[in-house]
């Protein structure tokens, strides 16, 4: 019950979403365009999701399944957290849902109101730091439903969001980077192969997809993408979306029918 449908209300301007104090009160995804600061949205109020030792009536276990549905469709994830409460396990599989579906998210901390004082905030702060680490990159905004506070911010990083998750870069400057990269940290040698790394390139958007193009794919280990995604973050930002980091082996399908090609001698 973190006030999720209040979040919509306001932002509306209207009561578009019927509020209560029990959780579960939404249930069917609800549409509703409209535009703040010259901006269009389309928002899509879901149902809440609990627990799933909690989710006993079939109609709640539906619009749970509707509302992970709903998770593909959209650019940025607002994930709405209980603020009095702090985050919840719950909260973090959600989090890892909206991430692995590659969207973009954006973190509200609701009820505001109900924090007392600075050392409230911040331990508000550092249990959202330490519950949903993995997203240390999602932008948070404390925003109250109740004072209609914060909401103005919330957009705000939503557009920034949005623009990071469509963003590109320049083949050019992504190799200027990866190569200052490598002189400082070069690429593994695992199983007794050096591996190469002959360049990087960017696959697409939404999510930005990364792909490092190498000798030896499967010998290059997952930590090594971890660190490269890291320090795409360090250089370009990429606040509030997740980034892919996929190897792929230099020629590839065409460098095998050239290679094959050469044995025959065959002509293309």
Known sequence: NAGKSSIVNHLLGAER??????????????????SFAGSDYLLVDTAGVRRKAKVEAAGEKL?????????????VAVLVIDGAEGPSEQDARLAGAIAD??????????????????????????????ELHFLAHAPRVLISALRGEGFGE???KVDEVAAQ?????????????YAEVCETYPPPVTSGKPVRIHYLTQGGTKPPTF????????SVPESYRRF??????????????????????????AGARKKRRRKTGRRP
Do not use: C
């Open 154 to 156: 919330l957009l705000t």
């Open 211 to 218: 792909l490092l193009w190498a000798n030896h794919p499967k």
């Open 17 to 34: 979403a019927l509020v209560h104090r029990e959780p579960g009160t939404t249930t069917d995804p609800v549409e509703s365009p409209f």
């Open 63 to 75: 619009a749970v399944t509707m509302a992970l549905g709903q998770i593909e469709r959209a650019d």
């Open 101 to 130: 579906k590659g969207v973009a998210i954006v973190i509200a901390q609701n009820k505001s109101d109900l924090l007392r004082g600075r050392d409230a905030a911040r331990a508000l702060h550092d249990a959202t730091s330490d």
């Open 165 to 177: 998750h469509a963003r590109r870069i320049p083949t050019a400057e992504l190799n200027r980077f």
């Open 228 to 253: 490269v995604s890291n320090q795409l973050r360090k250089r370009y930002g990429f606040a509030g979306t997740p980034l892919r980091i996929v190897v792929k082996k230099k020629g590839g399908a």
